[in-house]
């Protein structure tokens, strides 16, 4: 089966970085995404990485170790729209995804 | 464009009824899903479509059925609904073309309660 580990809840202030880690350990790997999932909305796209190394995407960037099963994706100048959930997912050998239970992000004033 | 559209929203169910999720997309996208998700466990996978005609099981298949007769429409059909599929049921849909990323875009979900 497929094991997707991230923290269950994060809190920073305006302003600061946060940085959410997510480790993996799925049967193939096609691939990482990040999605954003504001309360009572669908997830939203934010990034995907498959080669080990840094996308930076404006504000967001998003890492990956493929030979240590990690990612994590850093969220910089926060602001208040930025509180979400955020989920890691695994595209597996069937290019199906996997998802983590999601991290929540509140950003305070 | 409206993407992926949803109905209905939200649905109230008594136990042993037959209810069916509808799940649109117009983006001629190859690939669909459905996908419950629950508090502290994230999304789940139910049931995929790879292209029109065909269909596949997820992670938690049983209780639910789907088809594919046509690239837009994916619709979830619950036979005999079930408290414990009280759930937010999310319909997915990616262009899955090789060599691509073959990110998913997801509808706005249905709140479905059963009693």
């Not at chain 1, 990690?70 to 989920?87: G, I, N, P, T």
């Not at chain 2, 994916?74 to 759930?87: D, R």
């Given at each position: 089966g497929q094991n997707i580990d991230q923290p269950t809840e994060m809190t920073a202030t305006e302003g600061a970085i946060v940085q959410i880690n997510c480790t993996y350990q799925t049967s193939g790997f096609n691939g990482l995404f990040w999605y954003q999932q504001h309360a009572g909305e669908a997830p939203t796209?934010?990034?995907?990485?498959?080669?080990?190394?840094?996308?930076?995407?404006?504000?967001?960037?998003?890492?990956?170790?493929?030979?240590?099963g990690?990612?994590?994706?850093?969220?910089?100048?926060?602001?208040?729209?930025?509180?979400?959930?955020?989920?890691c997912a695994v595209t597996d050998s069937d290019y199906k995804l996997s998802f983590g239970a999601g991290t929540t992000v509140t950003v305070r004033a | 464009i409206a993407g992926i559209t949803q109905a209905p929203t939200s649905q109230i169910l008594a136990a042993g009824r037959r209810m069916t999720l509808r799940c649109t997309q117009d983006m001629r996208h190859n690939a669909m899903y459905w996908y419950r998700q629950d508090l502290g466990l994230g999304l789940r996978l139910i049931h995929y479509s790879n292209t029109a005609?065909?269909?596949?099981?997820?992670?938690?298949?049983?209780?639910?059925?789907?088809?594919?007769?046509n690239t837009d429409d994916?619709?979830?059909?619950?036979?005999?609904?079930?408290?414990?599929?009280?759930?937010?049921?999310?319909?997915?849909?990616?262009?899955?073309?090789s060599g691509g990323t073959d990110t998913q875009y997801f509808g706005p979900g249905t709140r479905l309660t059963v009693l």
């Open positions: 796209f934010l990034s995907y990485n498959v080669l080990d190394g840094l996308e930076e995407k404006g504000r967001f960037s998003s890492f990956l170790s493929r030979s240590k990690y990612s994590y994706l850093l969220l910089k100048e926060l602001q208040m729209k930025d509180s979400a959930s955020y989920l | 005609g065909t269909t596949g099981k997820g992670e938690v298949p049983d209780g639910y059925s789907v088809s594919r007769a994916f619709p979830l059909t619950l036979a005999s609904a079930v408290p414990s599929q009280t759930s937010v049921y999310f319909c997915a849909s990616s262009e899955m073309s």
